[in-house]
């Protein structure tokens, strides 16, 4: 398996020769590998869940987490889920968090999986704008 970087170098690389990169292609190249990893993550989806859907599943206090790693692992070469798939709530989640979570998801065409576990510690309050948001969002998209 080629690594990542190796993967960005290699269309600037014409031979072995070549000792010296451009500033411009050394700026390209920096851009690429400051991507988020999360931009060649191509997630297998359980089939449990419905593709395009928001999705529940209710699974006991002490399993949450195994249940989200599973989720995640859904083949082995998967890597670990990012920040930017996961929340993992409190009573100090706000609502903006969830909110950028929805909008992540909703707009996403790369593949990935986006999960809220432990919602039923959240605030009501934020629970409430939560509810409001996703339906708000998803208004466009039913």
């Known amino acids: 398996e080629i690594e990542r970087p190796q993967i960005v170098l290699k269309p600037y690389v014409n031979n072995k020769e070549d000792t010296y990169l451009t500033l411009a ?6 851009d690429r590998l400051s991507e988020s990893e999360s931009d060649y993550i191509q997630r297998k989806l359980p089939s449990v869940l419905k593709e395009g859907e928001p999705n529940l599943l209710l699974v006991p206090k002490g399993e949450v987490f195994g249940c989200v790693l599973s989720l995640f692992m859904g083949a082995t070469d998967q890597p670990l889920p990012t920040d930017e798939e996961v929340i993992v709530c409190d ?3 706000t609502a ?4 950028l979570l929805w909008r992540r998801a909703i ?3 790369s593949g990935l999986l986006f ?5 039923d510690l959240l605030d009501y309050d934020v629970s409430q704008q939560a509810v409001r948001s996703l ?8």
Do not use: F, K, R, S
Not at 25 to 30: E, G, K, Q, T
Not at 135 to 142: H, V
């Open 25 to 30: 292609i050394l700026a390209d190249i920096l």
């Open 91 to 93: 009573e100090n989640t």
């Open 96 to 99: 903006e968090e969830i909110e």
């Open 107 to 109: 707009v996403d065409e």
């Open 115 to 119: 999960c809220l576990a432990n919602a």
């Open 135 to 142: 339906d708000m969002l998803t208004q466009g998209y039913a």
